[in-house]
């Protein structure tokens, strides 16, 4: 399955971190979501969910994200 890591800025708290976490799940793509981190302003998801989706959900959120290559 291939692994897909989503920089985030905004997130500070636990609560950030589960409103992420939901939102990732319910993209389409997604099969798994490893990982959320506020203290790495980072995601980590199993599958293909399409870029501009991942960032067009987490602004709705009021955060910035981007799927990176690394």
């Given at each position: 399955m291939?692994?897909?890591r989503i920089r985030?800025?905004?997130m500070s708290c636990a609560h950030?971190?589960?409103s992420v976490r939901e939102a990732l799940e319910s993209l389409p793509g997604v099969e798994r979501?490893?990982?959320v981190s506020a203290a790495?302003?980072?995601a980590a998801v199993?599958?293909?969910p399409d870029p501009a989706m991942?960032?067009?959900r987490l602004e709705e959120l009021g955060f910035t994200g981007m799927v990176t290559d690394d």
């Open positions: 291939e692994m897909v985030i800025e905004g950030c971190e589960a979501v490893v990982s790495d302003d980072e199993e599958g293909r991942v960032a067009q």
